[in-house]
């Protein structure tokens, strides 16, 4: 099997990529990859029956490519990229190599590829988008002051303004909710039979959606055809939210509160380590805000911040906490 060193393992994920995104007919990929079609079609099956492990050789040890990329080191880079969305190739490899050192990892080419592959670098290929729209539950919402949430408090330190839909609105997110309508009916009805076969579907529903299926909003144009990617790219580490020269600005310690003159006001624990902005409305009133997120009014004679629903935030805060 005339697999290219760089390792085979490597090439094998790729075929496997480029097989799922429909960009090629399987011929054209035996060209690219220089294989025949049998072999094509034994890969395929494999990773369709046991997913990635399938992709392994099953010799004891290979015979041309001493450098195989095994499956767990990919796991282990694509889990702690999750885990750090900010980070880039080189420092996830620099970091998991001192913690596993015994491990043989890819170059940062192939790392790259590997992250780009599995959609966790979108950001930086497509751009970050100005707002995002989302219904009210976990993970874009919760019950916390303004509404915030872990995920919502990224994406306003990345800029994007998460609008929310009235709650029990679903129509107010229509062109979402149909697409949810289309992709239950075309990759779910029958479900396939174990989760790697479902995750290829999805794949190539997602290429069929979005490169070749004509969509009656666009004038029966291809959503790829309308998409421009946007101009602003992912940090490579968050930038600090700035507030106007006339707010008070206040560190929301890590127990959620904040210290106004030798007072504890409770915010949320949400924002543990974030910067709240404050506004002065009125005579002891004040508008807090969490980047353009206006978060409620604080009364500084009641130590207290009410919601946009007249709601007080009841838990206290000791003066004596730490910060």
Partial sequence: MPWSCSSA???????????????????????????SRKTAYKWIERYEADGPSGLQDRSRRPHACPHQTPWVVAEALLEF????PTWGAKKLLRILSRRHPAWEWPSR???SELLKRHGLISGEEYGLPRIIRTDNGVPFATTALGRLSELSV???????????????????NGRHERMHKTLKAETTRPPRGNLNAQQA?????????????????????????????SLRKLPRELPQIEYPGHFEVRLVSRNSGIRWKSNWICVTQTLGGEYVGLEEVDDGLWDVYFGPIKLGRMDERKLRIEDHKGRWVRKTVSPMSPD
């Fill in 9 to 35: 393992m490597d090439e094998k994920v790729r075929f496997i990529a480029d097989y799922q995104r429909r960009f090629f007919s399987l011929s054209e990929l035996c060209a690219r990859f220089h294989i």
């Fill in 81 to 84: 990229r999750r885990r750090h």
């Fill in 109 to 111: 080419s192939t790392a």
């Fill in 154 to 172: 990224w994406w306003i330190r990345l800029g994007i303004y998460p609008e929310l839909i009235e709650p029990a609105h679903p129509e107010q």
């Fill in 201 to 229: 579907r999805f794949n190539a529903f997602r290429h069929e959606y979005n490169e070749e299926r004509p969509h009656e909003a666009l004038g029966q144009e291809t959503p790829a055809s309308a998409y421009r990617a």
